[in-house]
């Protein structure tokens, strides 16, 4: 069981740690300060849940729906490009920018923004769902439950680390050029996001 928990915390964090558009936000949310214990808590644990779902078996049903798939897909790839329209108008206005001047950002709107990240984006569901999903079926009983757990705990490194952990880049973004700079990548990041997926449409 310990080696099928380890196969899966490897291939979790394999597939998560990457440009993307729920890691940029919890990096902006981290370097802001703002509701980073909540906000990382639900991207950790939304993964956990949709890991289980794959686990548990739904991949193969996802993976045979085109239809869900597609309206999913064209959900998703809007809200990144609105998004990214967003980010790139923050970048244009620098005085905006300041973390020290940014104020303590409503919760309610921060998490709605994150939970859309999380289930408006289809390469979740493929990651998680149906990618860890038939890999866990190479295990059995026990192991299949632990290779799920691994992956799961991946998740919850990996957010916590990197909304914490983006304190530490917090002399970098004293100043506003920098958050010029993170703002559009985070424009231009969205934007790739949402045209590689229309482009699967």
């Known amino acids: 069981m310990?080696?099928?928990?380890?196969?899966?915390?490897?291939?979790?964090?394999?597939?998560?740690?990457?440009?993307?558009a729920q890691n940029a936000f919890i990096l902006r949310q981290g370097l802001l300060r703002q509701h980073?214990?909540?906000?990382?808590?639900?991207?950790a644990l939304s993964d956990a849940l949709l890991i289980a779902a794959g686990v548990?078996?739904?991949?193969?049903?996802?993976?045979?729906?085109?239809k869900l798939i597609t309206a999913v897909t064209i959900g998703g790839a809007l809200f990144l490009f609105s998004y990214a329209i967003i980010a790139f108008r923050?970048?244009?206005?620098?005085?905006?920018?300041?973390?020290?001047?940014a104020?303590?950002?409503?919760?309610?709107?921060a998490i709605a923004a994150c939970l859309?990240?999380?289930?408006?984006?289809?390469?979740?569901?493929?990651?998680?769902?149906?990618?860890?999903?038939?890999?866990?079926?190479a295990y059995e009983g026990q192991a299949r439950l632990a290779f799920g757990v691994g992956a799961a705990t991946a998740s919850f490194v990996w957010f916590f680390g990197l909304g914490y952990g983006a304190r530490l880049l917090e002399p970098v973004f004293a100043r506003p050029a920098s958050?010029?700079?993170?703002?559009?990548?985070?424009?231009?990041?969205?934007?790739?996001?949402?045209?590689s997926l229309v482009s699967r449409i």
């Not at 958050?179 to 045209?195: E, N, T």
């Open 116 to 137: 859309a990240f999380t289930f408006l984006n289809p390469h979740v569901y493929l990651d998680t769902v149906v990618l860890l999903g038939s890999l866990s079926a």
């Open 179 to 195: 958050w010029r700079v993170l703002d559009f990548l985070i424009g231009a990041v969205m934007s790739a996001i949402g045209l």
């Open 2 to 20: 310990i080696s099928a928990a380890i196969s899966g915390f490897l291939l979790g964090a394999s597939l998560i740690i990457a440009i993307g």
């Open 103 to 109: 104020g303590e950002a409503r919760l309610g709107p």
């Open 56 to 66: 548990a078996g739904l991949g193969t049903l996802i993976s045979q729906s085109p």
């Open 36 to 43: 980073v214990f909540v906000l990382s808590l639900i991207c």
């Open 90 to 101: 923050r970048a244009l206005k620098p005085e905006v920018l300041k973390a020290a001047n």
